[in-house]
């Protein structure tokens, strides 16, 4: 993954009297099946996109993405009043600039198979089949399909376009319902009752769906997500396919086809936490490399962190983020251990769902970083 998960997830509820997250425990023998489990899936998917990877098609979606983000940055900036110039970082902003430029002109998008690779995929960013990841203990179903899921909270803005590709065809994905949620700025996630956060089961916060477009393409205007003890910051992310959409805006029944987490690189994790109101957090923050299965998958077959831009020239103008993840359309995760689901929201509200939350991943709160043998 897609990055999705090179990093699994960890967890680990650290000793400590506090436990912000008591949910987030860990059976490490669990754990280390599931991490087999997991690489031979990833493994079989990475051989089978990479003999789609280079089609014609491929390149064509992968170019379009280009123009798209650099589309989406421009009109962000706009809309924001941005002036100072945005910052490209993990790839050259010259990179996207050549891209923002050649969007202008149509006829620069008809790449021929002469095109080189590496002009084309402007991110480094190859589709690989993200590994599957635990959802964790706090996901909700029922959620509210809607873009802006910020409900109003300080935090660094974060417009996060994530892009489904078949790891069969290498083609974009259309009608994926992808529901998303993280912890808010302090630490905290909504709609389940954990410490600091008392059975509020009503609150939606940072949570909601988009379905994706004809590119494969779903995008949400969210916030940079905080940290809290025993994990790495990270995103959650499931997807769900032949769903049916209610007329209340929420859906219901279909398959899981992925569920995984979007891990932040450090520098831009740093840079984040340094702002208000990250900088409240007294939870312990983890580092990826101490998120305790980061180095289980440290191979070049994955990148977890989604490529981005500063919109302007603070880290407080907000972020552009974007990511592909390669799924497998005819997977079904919902019998899985890695999918768990803590609460419902419903019309009267959110109730908590008895939790068969195994882990999936992560560790007891002994180990460091270290992976699993
Ligand atoms: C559009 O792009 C094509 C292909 O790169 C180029 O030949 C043509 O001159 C461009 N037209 C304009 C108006 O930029
Ligand atoms: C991809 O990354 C490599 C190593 O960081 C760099 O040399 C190369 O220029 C990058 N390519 C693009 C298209 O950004
Ligand atoms: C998202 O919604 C909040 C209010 O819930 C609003 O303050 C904010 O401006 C919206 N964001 C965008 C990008 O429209
Ligand atoms: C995060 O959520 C908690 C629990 O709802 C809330 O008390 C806190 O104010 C939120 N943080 C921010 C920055 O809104
Ligand atoms: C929230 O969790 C606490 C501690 O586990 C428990 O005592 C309380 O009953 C729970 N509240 C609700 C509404 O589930
Ligand atoms: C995709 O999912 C199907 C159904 O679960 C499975 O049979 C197949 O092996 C999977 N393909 C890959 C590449 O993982
Ligand atoms: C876990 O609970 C969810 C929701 O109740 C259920 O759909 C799923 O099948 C359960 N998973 C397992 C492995 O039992
Ligand atoms: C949406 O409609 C479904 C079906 O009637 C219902 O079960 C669910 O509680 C509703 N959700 C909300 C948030 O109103
Ligand atoms: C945690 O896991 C380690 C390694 O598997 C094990 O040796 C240790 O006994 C476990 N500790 C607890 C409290 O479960
Ligand atoms: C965690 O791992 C790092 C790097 O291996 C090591 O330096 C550090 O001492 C470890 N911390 C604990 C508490 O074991
Ligand atoms: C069972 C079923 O309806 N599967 C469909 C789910 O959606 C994909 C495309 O998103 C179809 O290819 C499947 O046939």
Known sequence: MVYLSKIAVAAACFASSVLAHPGEHHD????????????QMASAAKRSIDSC????????????SVARRANIARDIRQKRNIKSKPKKYRRDLATLEIYEAINHNETALGYTPATPETTIF?????CILSPE????PYYVTGESIRKNVTEGQAG?????????LDINTCLPVPDVYVDIWNCNSTGLYSGVNVTGNEGSYDSTFLRGIQVSDSDGVASFETLFPGHYDGRATHTHLLSHQNVSVLSNGTIQGGTVSHI??????EDLRSAVEATYPYNTNTQTVVSNADDMWSIVQAENDYD????????????????LAWIQIGINVTADQTSSSYYSVAAVL?????HAVASNFTGGSGGNGTTNGTAPS
Do not use: C, M
């Not at 419903?346 to 959110?350: K, L, S």
């Open 53 to 64: 990877s280079n089609s014609l098609k491929h390149r064509e979606v992968n170019a379009r």
């Open 28 to 39: 490490a023998q669990a754990v280390k099946r599931e991490i087999v489990a997991r690489d």
């Open 156 to 164: 660094i803005p974060l417009y996060l376009e994530v892009q489904y």
């Open 304 to 319: 977890p962190f989604p490529e981005y831009l500063y919109l302007g020239d603070d880290i407080t103008d907000g972020l």
């Open 260 to 265: 995984g987490q979007l891990f932040w690189n």
């Open 122 to 126: 402007s991110a480094n960013t190859s």
């Open 133 to 136: 990841n635990t959802d964790g």
């Open 346 to 350: 419903q019309a009267d509200g959110g």
